[in-house]
C-alpha cells in the first residue's frame, strides 16, 4: 500500500483562501491535486461531479478541520490506520490474492465522509482526517471497512463497475460485509456496544433498529432488485445516525445489511467466503437458513 497525506497542500489551500475564496482556493490547491480520486468518489456517493461540493466548501471552517487533521496526526493516525490494513491484508489474503497495490489518500474534507473505496480502475481508499480525528475504535472499524470494499472490488471484478449489475441489494450487503468484517476482523463480538461503534449509531438509534429487526430488513429487501439511486442511498444508508420521529435512524441499511451477514456468521459460514459472493446470491442463503 502506499499511503499519501494530503496536509501540507491542505495548507496551502488555505493560504490562498483569503485572495481567492473558499471555493476558488479549494478547487485550484486541493482537488485539482486529488482531482481523480475525487471525480470517482462524487460520481459514487452523490451520482454527481464537483460542483456538487460548493455549498459544503463554502460553509467549510477550514482553520477548525485543520486543527483536527493536525490531531489525526500528531495521535499517530497514520501509523495505526498501516497496522489496522496490514490485519486486514493478512486475513483476506489480500498480496497472494492480487497482484496489484493500491492508494490510501489521508484527506481533509469538509466533515462528510470519515472513509470510502468506490469501485475503481485504480483502488483506492479515502480518508477523512477531520472525521476519525484521534478515536482508535472509530479509526480501526473506519479503516477495516473501508478495506473490505477495496478487497471485494478487487475479487468481484469488473462488473461492480458496470451500474446495470450494481443493485440496491448490491449496496446493502457490500456495506453489511464490510462492517461485520470491521468486527470479525478485530476479534470482537457483535454485542451492542461493538455495533454501536461499527455502525456510528447512537444507543437510541441501534435499539429501534434491534426492535424492529424483521421488519427493516424485509422492507429494504423489497428494494433489492433496483437500480441504485440517491434516494434510496439518502434514505437508508448516507443520512447519518440522526433518527426520525420514530426514533428510525438514516442509516438503517447499514444495520440490516450487517445483521444478514452476521445470521450466516453464526450459521458457520466463513467471512472469507462470503466477501467472494454477490448480495443475490448471499441473501438467498440467508433466505435458505432462515
Not at 166 to 192: N, R
Request: a negative charge; glycine letters at 8%; one cysteine or more.
Amino acid at each position: 500500500m502506499s499511503i499519501i497525506v494530503s496536509i501540507n497542500d491542505y495548507r496551502k489551500c488555505i493560504h490562498q483562501i483569503p485572495a481567492k475564496g473558499k471555493w476558488q482556493a479549494w478547487l485550484d490547491h486541493y482537488y485539482s491535486k486529488y482531482r481523480d480520486m475525487f471525480d470517482v468518489i462524487f460520481k459514487f456517493l452523490y451520482m454527481a461531479d464537483v460542483q456538487v461540493m460548493k455549498g459544503p466548501v463554502e460553509a467549510c471552517n477550514f482553520e477548525q478541520t485543520l486543527g483536527m487533521f493536525e490531531k489525526f496526526l500528531a495521535q499517530d493516525g497514520v501509523r495505526k490506520a498501516g497496522e489496522i490494513l496490514a490485519l486486514s491484508e493478512d486475513f483476506l489474503a489480500y498480496r497472494s490474492e492480487f497482484q496489484s497495490d493500491y492508494d490510501v489518500f489521508v484527506m481533509a474534507g469538509v466533515g462528510q465522509i470519515g472513509g470510502t473505496a468506490p469501485p475503481s480502475l485504480n483502488p483506492f481508499i479515502y480518508l477523512g482526517a477531520e472525521v476519525i480525528e484521534a478515536d482508535a475504535g472509530k479509526l480501526n472499524s473506519l479503516v477495516s471497512h473501508e478495506f473490505h470494499h477495496l478487497a471485494r472490488n478487487q475479487m468481484r471484478g469488473l462488473e461492480v463497475l458496470v451500474p446495470a449489475t450494481y443493485t440496491f441489494a448490491e449496496l446493502i450487503l457490500t456495506e453489511g460485509l464490510a462492517t461485520a468484517f470491521s468486527i470479525v476482523v478485530q476479534g470482537l463480538d457483535f454485542d451492542t456496544s461493538t455495533l454501536k461503534t461499527a455502525l456510528y449509531m447512537t444507543e437510541e438509534a441501534l435499539s429501534y433498529c434491534i426492535a424492529n429487526r424483521d421488519a427493516i430488513i424485509q422492507e429494504i429487501l423489497s428494494f433489492g432488485e433496483s437500480p441504485v439511486t440517491q434516494e434510496l442511498m439518502i434514505k437508508y444508508l448516507y443520512s447519518g445516525p440522526a433518527v426520525d420521529s420514530q426514533g428510525r435512524p438514516g442509516n438503517a441499511g447499514y444495520y440490516a445489511g450487517t445483521a444478514i451477514v452476521s445470521d450466516l456468521l453464526d450459521q458457520g459460514y466463513d467471512m472469507r467466503r462470503l466477501t467472494k459472493m454477490s448480495g443475490q446470491d448471499i441473501i438467498q442463503l440467508w433466505k435458505s437458513c432462515s
